[in-house]
């Protein structure tokens, strides 16, 4: 099957039924040439989750595979990813932050009217070795960002990779179906419509020696920065947390503000995790 027939394959699928055996038999199907992109030791990654109060490295690194029982953007039922942000050495950190909170704030999602209060922790981790990572970003999609320097490096390796195909048809097809199945919006009733982009990423992550994916993270529009998730073992090889934060954000009359209330330094880590917490108020 040429990677268009597979397409039609796939499209044609009811994927309310949740039908995870074709979608992987198609997926195996694909002739793709992936585009890779190299994230190099010491970037910065963080990640956000929806409450405070949390003690041990564990809780704010991937999720335990057993918790997830239903399909995420780039990871099947029970199985687990480190998702995080990131953006360019050269953008402010505020960027990372921002995507954050719009990948997991219910008020940014329910708009500019709504009002109200919410807490997150959020780590904050570094590269100590280069990552190699899966991108996929057809120049069809988000075509008018220009605010993201990962998403243009991402851009022009894509470009390359073009260029020196005989036959780029093939690629194409692929490319683009792929990022679109990254890029659409999914409401969490809907979960059933991660299916084919967490098979695809589930496939490159551990059939092949990739560290994971990444895409642009779609509530912020492709803008900012990128999204990635990664496999449990380079997080916990590859990863070094650095500092946890609480942040609070609020919302009210049109207009959101998100501060910090307070940040832990780890101590004394161990393979357990973190045995002691050094708080402390403080504003930035």
Not at 142 to 150: A, G, Q, R, W
Not at 162 to 184: C, I, S
Not at 226 to 243: G, I, S, T
Request: charged share 30%; with cysteine.
């Amino acid at each position: 099957m040429t990677n268009k027939e597979i397409i039609k394959a796939l499209d044609e699928l009811d994927l309310s039924s949740y039908p995870y055996d074709e979608v992987k038999r198609l997926v195996s199907l694909f002739q793709p040439k992936v585009v890779r992109l190299t994230i190099t030791a010491g970037a910065i990654i963080e990640r956000i989750r929806p409450d405070v109060n949390v003690y041990e490295r564990k809780e704010v690194s991937y999720r335990p595979a057993d918790k997830n029982v239903k399909p995420q953007r780039a990871t099947l039922p029970k199985k687990t990813a480190f998702y995080g942000t990131i953006c360019h050495e050269s953008d402010p950190l505020f960027n990372n932050r921002y995507m954050a909170l719009l990948e997991a704030s219910e008020l940014l999602k329910a708009g500019k009217d709504a009002e109200g209060t919410e807490q997150y922790t959020l780590s904050r981790w570094f590269t100590n070795s280069p990552i190699r990572l899966a991108v996929f970003v057809h120049d069809t999609v988000y075509p008018d960002v220009h605010n993201n320097v990962l998403l243009d490096m991402a851009k022009r390796e894509f470009e390359r990779s073009r260029t020196f195909l005989v036959d780029a048809t093939q690629f194409d097809d692929y490319e683009k179906y792929v990022t679109e199945q990254f890029a659409k919006p999914v409401v969490p009733s809907h979960d059933y419509e991660y299916i084919i982009s967490a098979t695809i990423a589930d496939m490159l992550m551990h059939a092949s020696q990739l560290d994971g994916v990444i895409y642009p993270s779609v509530p912020s529009l492709g803008g900012f920065g990128m999204n990635v998730a990664l496999r449990k073992d380079v997080a916990d090889d590859k990863m070094v947390l650095q500092e946890v934060n609480e942040l609070e954000y609020k919302q009210k009359g049109g207009e959101g503000r998100f501060s910090f209330m307070k940040k832990a330094i780890p101590d004394e880590m161990d393979n357990h995790g973190l045995k002691k917490w050094h708080y402390m108020n403080y504003h930035e």
